[in-house]
């Protein structure tokens, strides 16, 4: 099974960028759609970017981040990206990426079967 792990978080003041990666231990990612979720504190978990398998077609965002937040993936480099751009306080979350295998952007949280660790962003306003 693929492990996944994501990098590229840390402190931001609104407005500012980051850039998260999701690495992946091997090629196998490329059969998996990639979706980036978060979840804040005291909130639940919530899916905020997809991208299917294989060449990434297909992209999902929530209403949330749409036009701010843009999901890529290299898989000469076994990796997925989240852009994210325009960051709000309320962006603040722990963010982590997962895989379901041969799936589409727009499958349903319930798909994701295999989870990085995570990776912590802060915006202060």
């Known amino acids: 099974q693929v492990r996944l792990v994501e990098s590229g978080g840390g402190l931001v003041q609104a407005g500012g960028s980051l850039r998260l990666s999701c690495a992946a231990s091997?090629?196998?990612?490329?059969?998996?759609?990639i979706g980036w979720f978060r979840q804040a504190p005291g909130k639940e978990r919530e899916l905020i970017a997809a991208?299917?398998?294989?060449?990434?077609?297909?992209?999902y965002y929530a209403e949330s981040v749409k036009g701010r937040f843009t999901i890529s993936r290299d898989n000469a480099k076994n990796t997925v990206y989240l852009q994210m751009s325009s960051l709000k306080p309320e962006d603040t979350a722990d963010y982590y990426c997962?895989?379901?295998?041969?799936?589409?952007?727009?499958?349903?949280?319930?798909?994701?079967?295999?989870w990085g660790q995570g990776t912590q962003v802060t915006i202060s306003s």
């Open positions: 091997d090629r196998t990612v490329t059969v998996y759609a």
């Open positions: 997962a895989g379901n295998q041969f799936g589409g952007a727009s499958d349903t949280s319930a798909k994701y079967d295999v």
């Open positions: 991208i299917s398998w294989g060449i990434g077609r297909e992209t």
